[in-house]
């Protein structure tokens, strides 16, 4: 089995995917994705939203990085697959799934879902861009407002030559909200021959087991609960128990050392803020801590609250 660590825009940057994968058990980490629309983009936003290209594609700890691209015109789609390859990543994944509105008004992420023709085109153009040995791989939802069409999907994605699909097991209009359609993925799953990577509601090992009995995958891609349980991978495989509070006040600090010292550090007080609202759902005392947190505005008195407490 494989625990991949999922793209979550605007939340799992680096220095959360060298946070994770330092905590350990992932096998893979796929990036925030980089919007494309008209154009070959300059290197420095490829660096800028992966920044694991400049140190061989792998964070800090040595988890690979594949780098995830959204977009849906197919020519611009294979060019900048290719300078992502050239920069480094270790192949591209392609994102069918997004279901922010801004994205989708302009026709990207899961509204793509609504032409299965379309995505067959990108994910052609993009395969014959990324060299042969290289992983050009999907992510994709059920399907826009109902699931009718997955499968059609998943096999237009197959015959324009992905190496393999992750799902998540719900439309876009279902949005987050519970539960996972995992049966779905199973559908999927048996209608097509290249790997399946099932995505969505896993928040401990007993949703994993449960996830892979309907689903019938070993890998799984997790993404909300890997923030609310930060060694959710090594949960998941069996070889740990979830972290004791005390060691996630610890990666708090750490994490908060990481992005005071980037670019992001005007954006910390809502990061730090937007992570204990995960954290809670798997740990009363982060309630406690957010309760606290939420009136401060300031990077200092944050900093010197979790400090006091760790």
């Not at 509601?201 to 993404?223: F, H, P």
């Not at 509070?245 to 990481?258: A, G, I, M, P």
């Amino acid at each position: 089995m494989r625990v991949i660590l999922a793209p979550m825009e605007g939340v799992a940057d680096a220095p959360m995917r060298a946070l994770l994968t330092g905590v350990g058990g992932y096998d893979l980490v796929i990036s925030e994705f980089i919007r494309v629309v008209d154009q070959l983009l300059p290197e420095k936003v490829f660096y800028r939203l992966c920044a694991e290209l400049a140190h061989g594609s792998k964070t800090k700890s040595g988890t690979p990085v594949r780098l995830q691209l959204l977009g849906q015109h197919p020519q611009w789609m294979a060019e900048n697959a290719q300078r992502a390859i050239e920069l480094g990543s270790l192949g591209v994944d392609l994102n069918f799934g997004c279901p922010a509105p801004m994205v989708n008004r302009s026709n990207g992420g899961a509204a793509m879902l609504k032409e299965p023709e379309t995505i067959y085109r990108v994910v052609k153009a993009v395969r014959e861009a990324v060299p042969e040995q290289l992983p050009a791989t999907a992510k994709i939802r059920l399907g826009w407002d109902d699931k009718s069409r997955c499968v059609e999907i998943a096999q237009a994605i197959e015959a324009a030559g992905a190496t393999e699909l992750t799902v998540h097991a719900r439309t876009k209009e279902e949005g987050y909200r519970p539960p996972a359609h995992w049966e779905y993925i199973q559908q999927i799953k048996q209608a097509i021959s290249i790997p399946v990577i099932a995505n969505g509601e896993v928040w401990s090992r007993e949703d994993y087991l449960k996830c892979q009995q309907v689903s019938q995958c070993d890998d799984v891609m997790i993404g909300r609960g890997a923030l609310a349980v930060p060694n959710l991978a090594h949960v998941i495989k069996g070889s740990q128990d979830k972290m004791p509070w005390s060691e996630v006040l610890l990666l708090l600090l750490q994490y908060s050392d990481y992005e005071i010292v980037s670019e992001k550090e005007k954006y910390y007080p809502a990061r730090i803020k937007q992570w204990l609202k995960f954290i809670a759902k798997q740990y009363c005392e982060a309630d406690d801590l957010f309760t606290q947190v939420r009136v401060l505005k300031k990077t200092p008195e944050i900093l010197s609250l979790l400090r006091s407490l760790a």
